[in-house]
């Protein structure tokens, strides 16, 4: 296989001045593909801007000999969800808009798109190729007149409500090598998380329907639902815990406004097996453009959006990508869903995070610091957890939202918020 990819990258890289390459999300990313890509294309001395959502936030189609690329600029790395490696986080690119935006502008032909690189699963017929564990922003990309290549590998999962491919789409099909089936490890969590996830939990209502982020918080608050009732999901990733809650009969989706019965998603993560009952009758993979659209889930009610943050200033808005002056995660589909969940009639946002760091510097912030864009906008944030409490921002001033916070706070950082509260102006 990795003498047909780089005959491939080699012959489709020659004498062309510039490359845009759009990679698959998460699991469908074609890892050995992109790196031999990635080296055809220096070789060549023809720039490259690869767009990607690595949700693993390892890189690992890169390796530190490309750094010097990425620098000089021959290498724009354009990641559109997941962590970043602080080993490259000064070089890397990106667009300040949410999935479903990206989403469109690739469908819009504003991103536009040379080369487009997939892994896939063989089809139910001959003449046609599964997205696999993840449809993503691939269905637009598709639909545009860019080169498309699959990288099929025994193995990848099949779900069965999900959209399929023609294989006269592909200019390429390479034969990969059987992929392991993936086991999910179980996360291992700590006692501020664990505490977290139940603050969380307790805001939840029987019949709501879940959003959640990817992270140890989200996983914290997924082993806390095991009391509710008729949950549903809506999300970006079906993780194995979900899994299990549909298996428990707790997610169920059965009163869901929208796609009753149904566990809605753009791709699995972790091991999630489709095949097995009960979640393979209920599971429906779609695009981006489905999953993501704030006109779509306008309709859904009781949506809880479910995320977390690095950050939260005293007004209420949060920072989800920067740390110390670095972007290293990128803000992915928050933003449709926070926004979302926020509308939703019976529905509610709720950003999740720990009180302090690990070096034990306050997350609950007088403001974001300078170069700290928000993820989040404090408009659309209805509640703020933390292992103290849960700061319930709905109809209240300026005043008392960072009055709310400050009680969330660790107790050792409150006097120092309280005292920037009383100095700010507008307050």
Do not use: C
Request: no cysteine.
């Amino acid at each position: 296989m990795i003498g047909e990819e780089a005959a491939f990258a080699s012959s489709f890289v020659a004498g062309r001045s510039s490359l845009t390459t759009l990679a698959a999300m998460g699991p469908s990313q074609p890892t050995s593909l992109m790196t031999t890509l990635v080296d055809a294309s220096l070789a060549a001395d023809v720039p490259l801007t690869l767009i990607f959502a690595d949700l693993t936030g390892a890189f690992a189609f890169l390796s530190p000999e490309h750094l010097a690329a990425a620098r000089s600029g021959r290498l724009q790395l354009l990641p559109l969800a997941g962590a970043i490696p602080r080993f490259w986080a000064g070089n890397v690119d990106f667009l300040p808009n949410a999935l479903w935006d990206a989403d469109r502008m690739i469908a819009g032909g504003q991103l536009k798109l040379d080369l487009i690189l997939m892994e896939a699963a063989e089809g139910t017929s001959p003449d046609e190729l599964s997205y696999g564990d993840m449809i993503g922003y691939m269905a637009a990309a598709l639909d545009t007149n860019a080169t498309a290549v699959a990288v099929t590998r025994p193995g990848t999962p099949h779900v069965a409500d999900a959209p399929t491919i023609a294989l006269k789409r592909f200019d390429r099909v390479i034969r990969g090598e059987p992929r392991e089936r993936r086991q999910g490890a179980p996360t291992s969590l700590s006692a501020q998380q664990r505490e977290i996830g139940r603050r969380v939990a307790s805001l939840i209502p029987d019949e709501a329907t879940l959003q959640l982020g990817l992270g140890a918080l989200q996983e914290a608050i997924l082993l806390e639902l095991d009391d509710k009732r008729d949950l549903g999901i809506h999300s970006g990733i079906v993780t194995p815990t979900i899994q299990r809650l549909v298996e428990s009969g707790v997610i169920n989706g059965k009163a869901k406004s929208l796609d009753s019965g149904k566990i809605v998603a753009t791709g699995l993560v972790g091991g999630v097996h489709p095949d097995n009952a009960p979640i393979r009758d209920a599971l429906s993979l779609r695009p981006l453009s489905e999953t993501h659209d704030p006109r779509r889930l306008a309709l859904q009610e009781r949506l809880w959006a479910l995320n977390s943050a690095l950050e939260v200033d005293l007004t209420g808005q949060a920072n989800a990508e920067y740390i110390q002056g670095q972007r290293l995660v990128s803000g992915g589909g928050q933003g449709d869903f926070v926004r979302a969940g926020h509308i939703s009639p019976g529905g509610a946002s709720v950003i999740a995070l720990p009180s302090r760091t690990g070096k034990g510097d306050s997350r609950i912030v007088g403001a974001l610091p300078n170069g700290h864009r928000p993820t989040s906008a404090a408009q659309d944030i209805d509640f703020v957890v933390t292992e103290f409490g849960s700061a319930d921002l709905r109809g209240r001033s300026m005043r008392e939202r960072a009055t709310a916070l400050i009680a969330v706070a660790h107790p050792d950082d409150r006097d120092a918020l309280t005292a920037t509260l009383r100095e700010a102006s507008g307050f």
